[in-house]
């Protein structure tokens, strides 16, 4: 299957795209690096999917690309997934808000608007949407209850779902998945999990927003990799929305405990307010993803902690040992052949 993975320099896309690349797919990567929250990191990670085989990258920046150069790009795909956007609650307040609109709900219309022209049967489309769509949640959050959106970020993903459910009245065979909290290796740099565990290395107090009692499903990106890809093949209702979320909802001072076990070392904690717009509790009803993907997050938190610290821990030993950026260096021995030359001549050609 020719697969393509919009937002591959981010923290969910590399690990899709390098799953699906294991799983024998063809992928094609595309990102716009300069466009991430954290360019330095977006970048670093972009670099090492060059040396990953059977991953052609693809630099695009699909709110601005010429729109035939995005019917190029889907040309042949049986499926897209699209997690090219700014992410971010807390970002997304003010000048935040125009970044929010271009990344996220412009360049999904512009893609779902090729992905109806494409040349063949449209691809699939696995749409990234989010949590925070359901403002904070009393209960297990359904996806057929109403949305209330809380900050700009928020009501920009229920613009992107509006336009994949449309998009699939007109033939496009669109899923949307509402992820909840991802965490794990390659986390970005301005998520609580990444913030808390490089604080605690490096034996700073913990910044934590708001009174720490917040709760979150915390989800872990392998289960979300494969919750993803499933919802690629599998034969499922055109536009349907699927959350993919742990069905624990726990706090964040939980999860710093566990980090204080991990790591044997003690927080402590610097408070600071609560950020506008972060909603008070996540919580995931399961049973569609259930029923219709045969998905459960497998991935329990401290499991997924440990693996976390285990890259943050790899990340810095790399780094002290001046073998690259650290992201996850790859010798150079396993670079496939050619595969430069295959990256720069796509580069090239658009
Ligand atoms: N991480 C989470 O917990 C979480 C939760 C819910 C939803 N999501 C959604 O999942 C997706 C991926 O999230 P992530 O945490 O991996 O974020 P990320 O910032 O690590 O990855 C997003 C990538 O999209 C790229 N991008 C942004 N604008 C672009 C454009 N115009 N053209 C091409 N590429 C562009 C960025 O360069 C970046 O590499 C996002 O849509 C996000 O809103 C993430």
Redesign the pocket.
Known sequence: MRVVV?????????HVAEAAARQGHEVVA??????????A??AE??ATLWSRPGITRVE?????VPQEVLGDLLAGADAVV???????VRTSWGRGERAVR???V??TRRLLASARSARRSPPRVVV?????VYGSATGPCHEDQPVHPESP?ARS?VE?ERLAIAAAGDGVPTVVL??????GP???PD?AFHRFVEAVLDHRPVPVLGDGSQRRAF?EVADVVRATLLATTTALPPGIVINIGHPESVSLGHALSRIERLTGRPVAVERADAARGDVRRTWAATARAADLLGWEAGTSLDAGLAGQLAWHLGRRQARAAGSGPGIDPVPAATLPPGAAARDQELCRDR
Do not use: C, E
């Open positions: 919009t937002g591959a320099a981010g923290f969910i896309g590399s595309v990102d716009a690096p300069a466009r991430s929250l954290s360019p990191t977006a990670t972009w695009a920046d699909l709110a601005a699209h997690l090219a956007g700014r992410p971010g271009r990344d996220n412009l360049a990234a949407s989010s949590s925070s970020y993903k992107v509402r992820l909840f909290s991802v965490y390659r986390q970005r998520m989800t």
